[in-house]
């Protein structure tokens, strides 16, 4: 494989990255923010809780592995043979984390000094796993602990609730972190397969923003990264139907007012399609349940909402999507009921087209807003990765996007009848 | 950070900070008070009165569609302890003019905006507007109830007020629901009257350049407000208890939360910060690396300082069956560094990590803000080259005497009910 390069460039605020396609297999961006004393990198895989599925090269069956394995590999990768990565990390200064949702687990650091060593310790760590049995063992205890803390947060569980509520099937309905039952399962011979199915260079990115020189970055790329051979990985996700589980689900937990979550389920598509689909979710939702609605204003005066409302970015990936608000409210059915008869009268008499067009300015500015931050524009790169869709397309979309395909999308595609509503009492 | 200041009033000091790297302009208004049970919630509720509506923008929906108009500017209120002090804050933030799409001032109008909801906000004869003070107050109410949604800051939040029992900075910062009930229209009207004239205030600029003339627009703002400021201590050390405070709250939880209070002040200024990081604020601090890391006990195990009430508060989540072995945990690495039992590489990672953090100050508008403001309510003044130069000098018997001057206080247990029955 041949390496490319292209500079994308932002026609709106002039910022530009580079966007590499590594001989190893790896994509690299990379932003050089002038003026900035922070650098953010992330090392990145396409693999996330709902990936359980797989084969490689054509194999003849489907590995399918325990739950909370992604998120179990995340913990155990920052060990290596001879040290862990903290340690090693407590040389430069930077500031290491990881985290894996539902499509990702992403390796990152933030520093200001010494920022060469410590992507070198990223790039190393990443490519270096090192599992036994007693390093497994040990991390069943801490991971447990995680468990057991995110099941006391209701805002945790009223939407992994809404999930269960929403899907059949798809592995989107299950913890990120698994079970203490799932991760019973999990050994070092499952966790090197995960490994070297999924944290191959062709599956991954490495996305770097700040005080960063590009030429430095690569040099270190160069040396660093370990060329590994497309392994054609497949994998399926279970028949999913278009139709919620449940349209009501309640729990229990100590809690304030009642908590809620409300989702509505929607078709998924893919690549372009799917995130025109994401703003056209987005825009019309946020016109008609935002603060600048008259829904708002109509349900903070009848008390039934409180300033904890607010409608959530669309919740999408491989599979599945859903578009979600939530908030609190001592009557969440009659805030549901209510979201409905808004919907139905929009999809009839059409809506607020002066609203509309402002949330499209709140999009613009958010966008801007976003570009001076260095870890924002860093993880914007890593998005750009996952989706596919190139850095700074977000203003071209934004733009095209027309009242009447909203109002369209609104009709065909959000449906009342299809959606599920989460909540928590005390 | 290019910092230029002007003064405005009695009392009142604009800092306007020039960073060209930056697209937007924010601005944030810091009103310091002394804190207490009389007027918490008050503050927590004007803020909120004076950020929702304004005279010129009446309801929410007319002040979200003013600043949606503004590109999604952003307008907040909030309120917050700095030891026996509150902080009552207003801000707002909206994209640099060269991002405006009709050549609108957009930065202009954000101070308008601003000072609009500050100087005349949605209220008559002495009074805030009936419906804007049902609405906020039933938030506050909720806000205070929803306390115990996070469970590790509720724990937080109920060992601290244990432990600084008597101290302004016990009392929650809504203060209680009980307070907001006896709070009315004109009450929190003549504590926002109070605030204006009474308060020391820091108005911050951060921008792509220089703002001297919004310094202009503060000045008339301020003009007719009578100004009687009134004096501020900044330091507030917390005194400790003679006997060692216990205390265990039962809960419906599934894992139980530790939080253990430690007070006393270090010898040498800053020693505490960097004793902090390698004992427990950091990923290769003591107690990640053995009560995490080596005993598996918790997912979390780390430590934070209350600075101005020369304070440690440490907490972890454990099994309830584990919770006196975290206890024991915790206090035996603290006694490893009060015997020197610490390694020299150990000491400067933790430099390391500290002057980290302090090198990349300033690349956000929020850090430019918290840098200048932290530098004027130091003792003394400190910016950024000082705490450099006082951290690299900082020696290895410095850290071994800030962990010597440490006490232990209060030991909280927030309890899980019935761990068994739940867990299996």
């Known amino acids: 494989?041949?390496?490319?390069?292209?500079?994308?460039?932002?026609?709106?605020?002039?910022?530009?990255?580079?966007?590499?396609?590594?001989?190893?297999?790896?994509?690299?961006?990379?932003?050089?923010?002038?003026?900035?004393?922070?650098?953010?990198?992330?090392?990145?895989?396409?693999?996330?809780?709902?990936?359980?599925?797989?084969?490689?090269?054509?194999?003849?069956?489907?590995?399918?592995?325990?739950?909370?394995?992604?998120?179990?590999?995340?913990?155990?990768?920052?060990?290596?043979?001879?040290?862990?990565?903290?340690?090693?990390?407590?040389?430069?200064?930077?500031?290491?984390?990881?985290?894996?949702?539902?499509?990702?687990?992403?390796?990152?650091?933030?520093?200001?000094?010494?920022?060469?060593?410590?992507?070198?310790?990223?790039?190393?760590?990443?490519?270096?796993?090192?599992?036994?049995?007693?390093?497994?063992?040990?991390?069943?205890?801490?991971?447990?602990?995680?468990?057991?803390?995110?099941?006391?947060?209701?805002?945790?569980?009223?939407?992994?609730?809404?999930?269960?509520?929403?899907?059949?099937?798809?592995?989107?309905?299950?913890?990120?972190?698994?079970?203490?039952?799932?991760?019973?399962?999990?050994?070092?011979?499952?966790?090197?397969?995960?490994?070297?199915?999924?944290?191959?260079?062709?599956?991954?990115?490495?996305?770097?923003?700040?005080?960063?020189?590009?030429?430095?970055?690569?040099?270190?790329?160069d040396r660093l990264l370990k060329p590994c051979e497309d392994q054609g990985l497949e994998q399926v996700f279970p028949d999913e139907p278009y139709e919620v589980r449940e349209k009501l689900v309640y729990d229990t937990l100590p809690t304030g007012a009642p908590i809620f979550n409300l989702g509505f389920k929607l078709k998924p598509r893919s690549g372009l399609e799917q995130v025109r689909a994401e703003y056209l979710a987005s825009m019309t939702m946020q016109t008609l349940f935002d603060p600048s609605s008259a829904f708002y204003q109509e349900m903070t005066e009848k008390g039934l909402i409180n300033s904890e409302f607010s409608v959530d970015a669309p919740f999408t990936g491989e599979g599945y999507f859903a578009v979600t608000c939530g908030g609190e409210s001592r009557d969440p059915e009659a805030v549901r009921d209510r979201i409905f008869e808004v919907i139905e009268d929009a999809k009839k008499n059409g809506f607020d087209r002066e609203g509309f067009e402002l949330i499209r300015r709140v999009g613009y500015g958010s966008m801007i807003r976003g570009c001076e931050n260095v870890e924002v524009n860093a993880t914007r790169m890593v998005g750009a990765f996952i989706t596919g869709i190139p850095p700074f397309s977000a203003a071209e979309i934004l733009a095209s996007i027309t009242y009447e395909e909203a109002l369209q999308f609104l009709r065909d595609e959000i449906n009342t009848d299809n959606a599920s509503l989460s909540v928590i009492r005390s | 950070?290019?910092?230029?200041?002007?003064?405005?009033?009695?009392?009142?000091?604009?800092?306007?900070?020039?960073?060209?790297?930056?697209?937007?302009?924010?601005?944030?208004?810091?009103?310091?008070?002394?804190?207490?049970?009389?007027?918490?919630?008050?503050?927590?509720?004007?803020?909120?009165?004076?950020?929702?509506?304004?005279?010129?923008?009446?309801?929410?929906?007319?002040?979200?569609?003013?600043?949606?108009?503004?590109?999604?500017?952003?307008?907040?209120?909030?309120?917050?302890?700095?030891?026996?002090?509150?902080?009552?804050?207003?801000?707002?933030?909206?994209?640099?003019?060269?991002?405006?799409?009709?050549?609108?001032?957009?930065?202009?109008?954000?101070?308008?905006?601003?000072?609009?909801?500050?100087?005349?906000?949605?209220?008559?004869?002495?009074?805030?507007?009936?419906?804007?003070?049902?609405?906020?107050?039933?938030?506050?109410?909720?806000?205070?109830?929803?306390?115990?949604?996070?469970?590790?800051?509720?724990?937080?939040?109920?060992?601290?007020?244990?432990?600084?029992?008597?101290?302004?900075?016990?009392?929650?910062?809504?203060?209680?629901?009980?307070?907001?009930?006896?709070?009315?229209?004109?009450?929190?009207?003549?504590?926002?009257?109070?605030?204006?004239?009474?308060?020391?205030?820091?108005?911050?600029?951060?921008?792509?350049?220089?703002?001297?003339?919004?310094?202009?627009?503060?000045?008339?703002?301020?003009?007719?407000?009578?100004?009687?400021?009134?004096?501020?201590?900044?330091?507030?050390?917390?005194?400790c208890h003679e006997e060692v405070q216990r205390i265990t709250e039962p809960m419906p939880v599934n894992q139980s939360k530790l939080v253990v209070v430690l007070k006393g002040d270090a010898p040498k200024k800053y020693a505490m910060n960097l004793m902090n990081v390698m004992f427990g604020s950091s990923p290769f601090s003591m107690l990640f690396m053995n009560v995490r890391e080596k005993l598996s006990l918790c997912y979390y195990c780390s430590s934070r300082m209350a600075g101005v009430k020369k304070s440690l508060l440490i907490s972890s989540g454990v099994e309830l069956e584990n919770a006196e072995k975290t206890t024991d945990a915790i206090l035996e690495q603290l006694e490893s560094i009060k015997n020197g039992d610490f390694t020299d590489d150990m000491l400067e990672d933790a430099r390391r990590s500290l002057l980290n953090g302090l090198h990349g100050a300033g690349d956000t508008p929020m850090s430019c803000i918290l840098w200048s403001h932290h530098r004027y309510c130091d003792e003394d003044h400190d910016g950024i080259p000082e705490m450099n130069e006082a951290y690299q000098k900082l020696t290895r018997q410095d850290v071994i005497d800030a962990a010597n001057a440490l006490r232990l206080d209060t030991i909280y247990l927030m309890q899980q009910e019935g761990a068994n029955e739940q867990n299996n």
């Open chain 1, 1 to 221: 494989m041949n390496r490319t390069i292209e500079t994308i460039r932002s026609e709106v605020t002039g910022e530009s990255c580079l966007h590499v396609r590594h001989e190893s297999g790896l994509e690299i961006y990379i932003m050089e923010m002038p003026g900035y004393q922070t650098c953010h990198a992330l090392f990145g895989t396409r693999y996330g809780s709902i990936n359980t599925r797989f084969r490689l090269n054509g194999e003849a069956d489907y590995a399918e592995v325990p739950n909370g394995i992604a998120h179990f590999l995340e913990h155990k990768l920052f060990e290596n043979e001879d040290c862990d990565a903290f340690a090693q990390y407590a040389k430069t200064g930077a500031d290491a984390n990881a985290y894996t949702s539902f499509d990702r687990t992403c390796y990152l650091f933030s520093c200001s000094d010494n920022f060469a060593q410590s992507l070198e310790i990223l790039l190393s760590f990443v490519q270096a796993p090192y599992f036994t049995k007693e390093n497994v063992d040990k991390e069943q205890g801490i991971i447990g602990q995680e468990i057991q803390m995110y099941d006391d947060e209701p805002s945790w569980k009223v939407f992994f609730n809404l999930l269960r509520a929403m899907y059949h099937e798809h592995p989107v309905r299950i913890d990120i972190a698994g079970t203490k039952e799932s991760i019973a399962q999990i050994d070092a011979d499952l966790l090197y397969r995960c490994y070297y199915t999924f944290y191959n260079l062709h599956n991954m990115v490495l996305s770097v923003a700040g005080n960063v020189n590009a030429q430095e970055v690569l040099e270190i790329c």
């Open chain 2, 1 to 239: 950070m290019n910092e230029k200041e002007m003064r405005i009033g009695e009392g009142i000091d604009y800092i306007t900070i020039a960073e060209p790297k930056f697209k937007t302009n924010t601005i944030e208004m810091i009103f310091m008070m002394p804190a207490g049970k009389e007027y918490n919630s008050s503050y927590a509720l004007l803020q909120a009165l004076l950020t929702s509506t304004s005279k010129a923008y009446p309801t929410i929906n007319a002040m979200s569609r003013k600043l949606s108009g503004m590109y999604g500017a952003s307008l907040k209120g909030g309120s917050g302890k700095y030891g026996d002090m509150m902080q009552i804050t207003f801000s707002v933030c909206t994209i640099a003019n060269r991002y405006a799409l009709n050549q609108e001032d957009l930065l202009a109008e954000a101070a308008d905006l601003l000072l609009g909801c500050i100087f005349a906000p949605h209220a008559e004869n002495g009074a805030f507007s009936e419906q804007d003070f049902r609405i906020e107050k039933q938030d506050l109410l909720d806000a205070i109830e929803a306390e115990i949604n996070d469970k590790r800051s509720y724990a937080v939040t109920r060992a601290a007020a244990a432990a600084f029992e008597g101290e302004p900075y016990a009392y929650p910062t809504d203060g209680t629901k009980e307070d907001v009930e006896l709070l009315t229209p004109a009450s929190v009207y003549a504590v926002y009257r109070k605030m204006l004239e009474e308060a020391v205030i820091r108005i911050y600029h951060v921008g792509p350049e220089h703002a001297p003339e919004i310094g202009e627009r503060l000045k008339t703002a301020f003009a007719g407000t009578p100004r009687r400021p009134v004096p501020l201590t900044f330091r507030s050390p917390s005194p």
